[in-house]
Structure formats: C-alpha cells, structure tokens
C-alpha cells in the first residue's frame, strides 16, 4: 500500500510563490511516474504537471506551463511542486499521484493508482 502526503499548501497573494511537497510512504517512488492534479470547487480534476520515475522528463497542463516546475528526490521519496507568478485562477486542492503503469508518462487522473488527501493554494488578488 502506498501512501501519498502533500503539504506546503496555504495562502498566497497574487504573484507570489509556493512550494508543494508530496511524501511516499509503502513504497519506493523511484520506480515510477509521479503527477499533480489540482480541483477547483465545482470544477473537475486538472492535469498540472508530471515527471518520469528518472526526473529526466516533464510535462505541463498549459495554464501553468512557464510558471510551474514538478521535481523529485528518489533519495527522500518526494515530490515537489514549485509554483510561481501565481494567480487568483490557480486556487485549488491540489494533489499528488502515483502512476503504477511501467511506460509513458500521463496526463489522465484514471492513469494514477495512488492520490494523497490533497492541500490547498489559496491565490488572493
């Protein structure tokens, strides 16, 4: 059983920066691919970022493409999120994944197996 836990989520005027933290337990993240999703209220999930079990690859959702950078630390079992120039428009939950497949990385939240509880940005304007 794996278990995800996100922190560094809070409040943050527009502009500003963040960085979110997602710590594996259960089992070596080092194997896989490792994504962040975001939901707004009243809105579906949103693909943000994800990253090949390597860190070599990455890929962004457009709306935070050039403002946001997924990294991790095999050593740690962590996942971060680096958030800047954040807006208003980027308030949400947001959550960590774990993708148990073996190949390319992902973009659809069915592709995750694992999801942590979620911590949330605030953006004030």
């Known amino acids: 059983q794996v278990q995800l836990v996100e922190s560094g989520g809070g409040w943050v005027q527009a502009g500003g920066s963040l960085r979110l933290s997602c710590a594996a337990s259960g089992r070596t993240i080092s194997n896989y691919n490792m994504g962040w999703f975001r939901q707004a209220p009243g809105k579906e999930r949103e693909f943000v970022a994800t990253?090949?079990?390597?860190?070599?690859?990455?890929y962004y959702g457009d709306s935070v493409k050039g403002r946001f950078a997924i990294s991790r630390d095999n050593g740690k079992n962590t996942v971060y999120l680096h958030m800047s120039n954040l807006k208003p428009a980027d308030t949400a939950v947001y959550y960590c994944?774990?993708?148990?497949?073996?190949?390319?990385?992902?973009?659809?939240?069915?592709?995750?197996?694992?999801w942590g509880q979620g911590t949330q940005v605030t953006v004030s304007s």
């Open positions: 994944a774990l993708d148990l497949r073996y190949g390319r990385i992902a973009v659809q939240s069915s592709e995750y197996a694992y």
């Open positions: 990253i090949d079990r390597s860190g070599g690859s990455t």
